[in-house]
């Protein structure tokens, strides 16, 4: 063992735990125990790629296979116009934000029966966060006014 490793050993053995390190040691600990509890914060820049699985059928603009996602949050399920939904769709009493929409890109199948998206779900909770937020920013932004 080299001197300085020596040094530090014996350093760090003489270290008497004081009042403060103490309290410092018990904040970090709660710190990491928070991040690690805390729901993953979607990261909107990723979401952009994950909504690439959703383009198929969907643009914010205009309805295709699916309907436009412009101004999809706070917007009740199944309300664009000239859109020919479901019924289940409009009849859910859904209105889009993250919870709903978490749980209905799960697994649309099972969170609408009788939904005619014919989609399986984002089933990775990452993914699904990413989204989002992706879709939060996009379908607010000023293209879509
Ligand atoms: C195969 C085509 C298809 C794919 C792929 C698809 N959707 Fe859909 N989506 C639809 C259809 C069709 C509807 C209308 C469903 C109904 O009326 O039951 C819909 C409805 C929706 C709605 C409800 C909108 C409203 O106005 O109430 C949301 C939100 C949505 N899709 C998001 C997504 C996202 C996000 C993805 C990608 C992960 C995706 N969809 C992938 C076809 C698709």
């Known amino acids: 063992m080299t001197p300085s490793k020596q040094n530090v050993l014996i350093k760090l053995r003489h270290l008497k735990p004081s009042p403060t390190s103490m309290v ?15 729901a993953h914060a979607g ?16 643009s914010f603009a205009d309805n295709r ?11 009740k399920a199944g309300t664009v116009q ?3 939904y479901s019924d289940a769709m409009r ?12 749980a209905f890109l ?20 990452r993914e699904r966060a990413d989204l989002i937020a992706y879709l939060k920013q996009a379908s607010g932004s000023s293209e879509c006014k």
Not at 91 to 102: F, G
């Open 43 to 58: 990261d909107p820049l990723t979401g952009k790629d994950i909504y690439n699985r959703c383009i198929g059928c969907h």
């Open 24 to 38: 410092l040691s018990a904040t970090l600990l709660s710190c990491l125990v928070l991040l690690t509890n805390t």
């Open 65 to 75: 296979t699916g309907p436009r996602h412009c101004n999809l949050f706070g917007r």
């Open 82 to 84: 000239g859109f020919d």
């Open 91 to 102: 009849n859910s009493k859904i209105v889009w934000n993250e919870t709903t929409l978490d």
């Open 106 to 125: 799960k697994a649309p199948l099972q969170n609408i029966p009788g939904t005619i998206m014919g989609y399986a779900g984002v089933k990775n909770d």
